[in-house]
């Protein structure tokens, strides 16, 4: 239920970052999706994520997916 309101939250919100990067956080965390907590954090930089969060778990994730030439650019 929880990704479920943070996908109506997206609809109401289209631009903002946080939505997509919590979703990641879920995904990738709690789920262990790493197909779409990818999606969800690329999604997250590509709206303009201010910090470097979403920077930082996709290179987490990519770590985890044993894709460490992509982690390391990330």
Known sequence: ???KSLELAQES????AEIPFVC????H?????YARAEIA???????????GKAWCNLGWLLQD?????EAENA
């Open 1 to 3: 239920w929880c990704l």
């Open 13 to 16: 919100w289209p631009d903002d």
């Open 24 to 27: 990641g956080v879920i995904l």
């Open 29 to 33: 965390n709690y789920m262990s999706d």
């Open 41 to 51: 954090y690329r999604k997250a930089i590509q709206l303009g994520e201010k910090d």
């Open 65 to 69: 997916m044993e894709r460490y030439r």
